[in-house]
């Protein structure tokens, strides 16, 4: 875990205690140096996951970031006192360095969601950043992923995204980063929003930390995902009660 920034312990899980601008600045850097990094973006579900899933926790340690995605992070900090400055998300980071490596010429490989997905991320990407470089794209269907990392290897991208849910994408990034010193960021669904196929939340959800509430009125089936929150912060009181 990088000491860059101090941290915020929550639930097992230390997250960093940055703004966005800060914690970009520090990636961008690192990129431009060549360093190998392991970003999470973090959310009451995987903070739930990794306390019933001892391997999980363990990658979750090998991470050199773990930032704040979901306001419930936000809530679970102020309920122990140590507030985060603000939630750093993972579809919100990745927009953000697209366009910083667009302006420096980067170069970035996307794996994940669906073929239809895939081929209209590269599409919306080589329109919307047209000096980034796409070192390659491969969906989110594969039985075997090494084949997939020795392409990454012999192409060397800056950043590598990988959209193929938790806990497989950072068990995957555990697996492979050391084949290329870069970025490596799991960003869930953020592909499927990127290309256009899933409607982010309008700003009014963004802005009162309601995307979780917009994203249930638009799939209904999240219900019992969503159940998750209560239980993560009834968990965070219990530990404050417990110290």
């Known amino acids: 875990m990088s000491e860059n920034f101090t941290h915020v312990n929550v639930l097992g899980?230390?997250?960093?205690?940055?703004?966005?601008?800060?914690f970009l600045n520090t990636v961008e850097a690192r990129i431009n140096r060549r360093e190998n990094t392991f970003v999470?973006?973090?959310n009451p579900e995987i903070v739930m996951y990794a306390r019933e899933q001892p391997a999980y926790q363990k990658i979750l340690a090998t991470a050199d970031y773990i930032t704040p995605d979901g306001i419930?992070?936000?809530?679970?900090?102020?309920?122990l006192k140590q507030p985060l400055p603000e939630r750093i998300?993972?579809?919100?980071?990745?927009?953000?360095?697209?366009?910083w490596a667009n302006e420096n010429h980067k170069s970035a490989y996307f794996v994940g969601a669906k073929p239809e997905v895939i081929v209209d991320v590269a599409k919306v990407v080589a329109k919307r950043y047209p000096q980034l470089q796409i070192a390659g794209t491969h969906d989110g269907y594969f039985d075997d992923f090494g084949p997939i990392a020795e392409e990454i290897r012999k192409v060397r991208p800056d950043m590598v995204f990988l959209a193929v849910?938790?806990?497989k994408q950072e068990q995957l990034i555990s697996d492979y980063r050391?084949?290329?010193?870069?970025?490596w960021m799991g960003v869930g669904g953020s592909f499927d929003v990127l290309s256009g196929?899933?409607?982010?939340?309008?700003?009014?959800?963004?802005r009162h930390h309601l995307e979780w509430f917009y994203r249930l009125l638009s799939e209904p089936t999240r219900f019992k995902r969503m159940l998750v929150l209560p239980k993560y912060l009834r968990t965070v009181k219990k530990s404050v009660r417990q110290k």
């Open 13 to 22: 899980v230390p997250f960093i205690s940055a703004t966005q601008a800060a």
């Open 40 to 42: 999470v973006t973090a």
């Open 72 to 79: 419930g992070i936000i809530k679970g900090a102020a309920i």
């Open 89 to 99: 998300t993972g579809y919100d980071t990745m927009i953000d360095l697209l366009a």
């Open 165 to 167: 849910g938790f806990p």
């Open 178 to 183: 050391h084949v290329n010193n870069g970025l």
């Open 197 to 206: 196929h899933t409607k982010r939340a309008p700003k009014f959800f963004q």
